[in-house]
T-cell receptor, first 112, second 114 residues
Framework: GDSVTQMEGPVTLSEEAFLTINCTYT??????LFWYVQYPGEGLQLLLK?????DKGSNKGFEATYRKETTSFHLEKGSVQVSDSAVYFC???????????FGPGTSLSVIP | EPEVTQTPSHQVTQMGQEVILRCVPI?????FYWYRQILGQKVEFLVS????????KSEIFDDQFSVERPDGSNFTLKIRSTKLEDSAMYFC????????????FGPGTRLTVL
């Protein structure tokens, strides 16, 4: 079945470090891909998305590019801040109304 | 900006009791969903709902669960007889229409079954 795999956490970085969280997916067809973020004690927020191959989603300094050839959607940020500490979920959806399938989440801690 | 709201934020109940979790989706949205996240685990799909009926449900969504849209604004998840393993964060989500694939999630209800 369809699935999403993410790099194991937790990830701990110093402020202003470069962030990469790897995400790969298994799905037939052309799913839409998402990154959701969950700040401590809060719900899920959509961070960015891409709906077709080679699309780049971006928001708040985060970027991810939909790579069909490697079935990947890695999340990157050039300079992380303490306020970026959260759990990041890579996810996919097969159709516009289909369920979202989440990866296991990667916990990020940014220390001053 | 419109948002999905959920009540209560935290519900504590005794095993075997019925609970109803409430959600108010974004007003012009047509597709509604429930997900759950057991502490420290991934977010799992429970059920999707469109046009006043269930579109899809997972194997988790057994006869103990039901959903309802009792009026034009609320969307509820009922657990008939709670078990300890139902303790989780429950998220409601909604999306606008066919062709718009972004689901917007509420803040969640933390359910604790004692």
């Amino acid at each position: 079945g369809d699935s999403v795999t993410q790099m194991e956490g937790p990830v701990t970085l110093s402020e202003e470090a470069f962030l990469t969280i790897n995400c790969t997916y298994t799905a037939t067809g052309y799913p839409s891909l998402f990154w959701y973020v969950q700040y401590p004690g809060e719900g899920l927020q959509l961070l960015l998305k891409a709906t077709k191959a080679d699309d780049k989603g971006s928001n708040k300094g985060f970027e991810a590019t939909y790579r069909k050839e490697t079935t990947s959607f890695h999340l990157e940020k050039g300079s992380v801040q303490v306020s970026d500490s959260a759990v990041y979920f890579c996810a996919l959806s097969k159709t516009s109304y289909d369920k979202v399938i989440f990866g296991p989440g990667t916990s990020l801690s940014v220390i001053p | 900006e419109p948002e999905v709201t959920q009540t209560p934020s935290h519900q504590v109940t005794q095993m075997g009791q019925e609970v109803i979790l409430r959600c108010v989706p974004i007003s012009n949205h047509l597709y509604f969903y429930w997900y759950r996240q057991i502490l420290g685990q991934k977010v799992e799909f429970l059920v999707s709902f469109y046009n006043n009926e269930i579109s899809e449900k997972s194997e988790i969504f057994d006869d103990q669960f039901s959903v309802e849209r009792p009026d034009g604004s609320n969307f509820t998840l009922k657990i008939r007889s709670t078990k300890l393993e139902d303790s989780a964060m429950y998220f409601c989500a909604s999306s606008e229409a066919l062709g718009i694939d972004t689901q917007y999630f509420g803040p969640g209800t933390r359910l604790t079954v004692l």
